[in-house]
């Protein structure tokens, strides 16, 4: 019963506050000041209005001209006319509910913790603060100072739409900004402030325009959170606390300002761009563990972009413009995988280091630039040389190892004094050469090649030592002029000069050569090596793309010491180089050597020459062999037997050559007259093709022949001698034939192709 009693009083007194509030409504009647009685009809409310209503009806204006307090659970602050403020007062809005459809044009209006709002008009404010719990905020309206988010969460209801003008501050301590079918409208420059404890952003940064925040939180173990990505304009200030990025982007666009203790948090999600043109006063200083996937440096301020803690990078750093100085303590770990990309930046070492034992890739892009840190990890895999134009140049700044590929795409790769060590792949286009130095060692340790091609620049086409070692079959093919200071190491494979010179200077050497490690000269290049008169042999390690054929030179007392060139090719021609081929019929080695020498040098030489038994050809007989020499026909020299010579070679020596020209190697049995033009214009085969016979015209009628029937194979079907100009070929297999016309007086030959079918 006392229960009850009690219960019933309650509900008295309640309809006893409701019954008396009601009474005591303050309604404007006309327009003027808060404080004038004759706005309120008689009795002005006053600056803490408690447990009253406030109704300012539409068609009337209010003008605050002191601060007000309104409190009241159960009471209602109604504006549907115009509540404004002629000075810098503020309305606070402690408890009850805001309601009206009016506009509201003051200095500050201030939500409280149990403050409710069905306001739907218009709010036009210097600074809005907000302390309650839950607020739906379904107004329109404009801050054009500050948004304090004290605490409590205002949430922008349907129909709302609340902008923060130019130069305004977002202060954000425990509260926070939340959209529930409203509009957040950041399109203004403003700025953003960080207090109190850790919290995590919201949409108070969801803007292109944000120009300035500030980390300003309790302690360094409170920490701002990112929840989106977030783009600085002007200046991020981290004065207490962490940021922590991750899983999102940070991007920076001006000034970074960060005092002592307070730092960075990120993980491999996070990315991070620089691209300022303003000086930056501060460095990066990340919490331990801390990871990147992504770093873009382009400062084109004043001063260094500075990192002064260790960060790991997953993804890349993007070096784009400026200099990323890595200060005293400092650490860029690239993970594995990782590319460091640069454009027209630098990676300095201040004092920091540069960790790449993991395996990680570098690409150059952009004008010319010297390499840096980025260049000197053990775990360098892959690096690419593709500039903005061919004239630049990525000038070496130390000796690095690349354990991937090198691709030369655009530009030059400046040797610079230091070596280059490569083991992987190779790929260059013929416009993107290596500028050389002839202090610098280039080592090719290629794992797998197509006849790759390297290319040497005009400007300086000179190594100290050269290093081919590949490995995995194929050559690797010279395609320029080279010049080798100290040494070419013959490890593995071999290197094709093709059309170029390739010079052993005066005291450089050539080591490691073998049947299978030479030089293969495929064109018209020669292999360059000085020789001293009155030295020993100098082996000069040629061959074709076939097979190996060593050419030794030696200078004898009278000789005078110099360059001399050796390029060697199949086939033995007629007239030395051009011709008829005489090693598709004659026993031969199928080889012809060209020997010449410096403008100038006196020759008094012996001459080596060496193969290996796949080049002899048409019954060759070692053992009745001699070097010979084409000086407007092929000579005759004494013949003996080859010997053995090192790397599975037979060699021949041939002494007292006092002039240079073709060489080649043949046995007694051989015969090279050479072909004369006059009479193989004078000499014709028909019908061609035939079938039965073959006739031979002949204007030249006053000379004896022999006539040799031969196949492409060099296997002759009989030598005749009948003075008959008419053949039979019936019994001969359809293709293709020679017919090998020798004249007995001056031993010339004139060889023929026709055809059987």
């Known amino acids: 019963m006392k229960t009850h009693l009690l219960k019933i009083g309650f509900l008295v007194g309640l309809l006893f506050i409701v019954s008396n509030n009601q009474l005591r409504a303050f309604t404007a009647v006309v327009s003027g000041n808060w404080s004038s009685a004759a706005t309120w009809g008689g009795v002005a409310p006053g600056p803490n209005v408690t447990a009253q209503d406030i109704i300012i009806p539409n068609g009337i204006t209010v003008t605050l001209d002191m601060d007000v ?14 509540l404004n403020s002629s000075a810098t007062y503020s309305l606070t809005l402690v408890q009850g509910t805001m309601a009206g459809t009016g506009t509201v044009d003051i200095h500050r ?33 404009t801050v054009s100072d500050s948004l304090v988010l004290e605490s409590g969460t205002l949430t922008l209801a349907a129909g709302a739409n609340l902008a923060v003008q130019t130069n305004s501050t977002i202060y954000r301590n425990d ?41 300003q939180l309790t302690d360094n173990t409170q920490t701002v959170s990112l929840g989106t990505n977030l783009r600085v304009n002007n200046t991020l200030t981290l004065t207490m606390g962490h940021l922590d990025i991750s899983g999102y982007d940070l991007e920076l666009y001006g000034n970074m300002v960060v005092s002592g203790g307070a730092m960075f948090e ?83 070492g201040n004092g920091g280091s540069f960790n790449g034992t993991a395996n990680y890739d570098v690409e150059y892009m952009g004008s010319t630039h010297t390499s840096g840190l980025e260049l000197s990890g053990s775990g360098l895999t892959d690096v690419t040389i593709n500039m903005s134009s061919g004239t630049n140049e990525v000038s070496l700044g130390g000796d690095i190892t690349a354990n991937g590929h090198l691709d030369l795409v655009t530009g030059k790769l400046n040797m610079n004094g230091n070596n280059f060590t490569l083991n992987g792949t190779f790929d260059q286009q013929s416009t993107a050469t290596i500028i050389g130095n002839v202090n610098s060692e280039l080592a090719m340790n290629i794992s797998a ?81 000085y020789i001293n008169s009155g030295g020993a042999y100098q082996v000069y390690p040629v061959g074709t793309d076939v097979n190996y054929s060593p050419a030794s030179i030696q200078q004898l007392a009278g000789g005078t010491s110099g360059d001399f060139m050796v390029n060697t090719f199949a086939g033995v021609y007629t007239q030395g180089t051009t011709g008829f081929n005489s090693a598709q019929f004659e026993s031969v080695v199928d080889r012809t050597w060209l020997v010449e020498s410096e403008t100038g040098l006196t020759i008094n030489m012996k001459l080596k020459l060496g193969w290996v038994v796949a080049s002899e050809v048409n019954g060759y007989d070692q053992a009745n062999t001699y070097i010979t020499h084409y000086m407007g ?35 007694n049995n051989a015969n090279l007259g050479f072909e004369d033009e006059s009479e193989a214009s004078a000499i014709n085969l028909y019908p061609n093709p035939c079938t039965e016979m073959i006739n031979v015209s002949n204007t030249n009628i006053t000379d004896q022949y022999n006539y040799e029937i031969m196949d492409v194979s060099g296997k002759t079907f009989g030598v005749i001698n009948n003075g008959s100009n008419q053949f039979d070929v019936s019994g001969l297999q359809n293709g293709f034939y020679f017919l090998r016309m020798t004249n007995l007086s001056t031993n010339k030959s004139v060889v023929k192709e026709f055809i059987k079918k």
């Open 69 to 82: 307090t309104f409190s009241g659970l159960i009471n209602t602050f109604t504006v549907d006319g115009t």
């Open 109 to 141: 209006l201030e939500y409280g913790l149990l403050l409710t709002s069905s306001f739907t008009g218009t709010l036009t404010l210097n600074v809005l603060e907000n302390n309650a719990a839950l607020l739906q905020l379904g107004a329109v309206g």
């Open 175 to 215: 509260g926070s900004l939340t959209i529930g079918g409203g509009i957040f409208n950041s399109s203004a420059n403003y700025n953003v402030v960080y207090v109190g404890a850790s919290k995590t952003s919201g949409i108070e940064l969801n803007s292109l325009t944000l120009q300035n925040i500030y980390i």
């Open 266 to 348: 990120s993980d491999n999600t996070s990315n991070i761009v620089i691209q300022s043109s303003s000086a930056i006063n501060s460095g990066f200083t990340f919490a331990a563990g801390s990871s990147v996937d992504n770093i873009t440096v382009d400062h084109t301020g004043a001063g260094n972009v500075k990192l002064n803690s260790a960060i790991d990078i997953a993804g890349e750093l993007r070096l784009n413009d400026g200099t990323f100085n890595l200060e005293t303590g400092s650490t860029i770990v690239m993970l594995g995988g990782s590319l460091v990309h640069v454009e027209d930046g630098d990676l300095f």
């Open 449 to 529: 090649i197509l006849d790759d091609t390297i290319y040497f620049d005009n400007s300086n086409q000179g190594l100290d030592m050269l290093t081919v070692n590949v490995s995995g079959g194929g050559d690797l093919v010279l395609g320029s002029q080279l010049q080798i200071h100290d040494e070419l190491s013959m490890l593995a494979g071999r290197l094709d000069i093709g059309d170029n010179n390739l010079s052993i200077e005066q005291g450089a050497s050539i080591t490691g050569y073998s049947d299978v490690r030479y030089i293969v000269t495929s064109g018209v290049g020669r292999l360059r090596m």
């Open 633 to 667: 026909t092929w000579d005759t020299y004494a013949s003996g037997a080859a010997t053995v010579g090192l790397n599975n070679t037979f060699e021949i020596e041939r002494t007292g050559i006092t002039s240079l020209s073709p060489f080649a190697v043949i046995d």
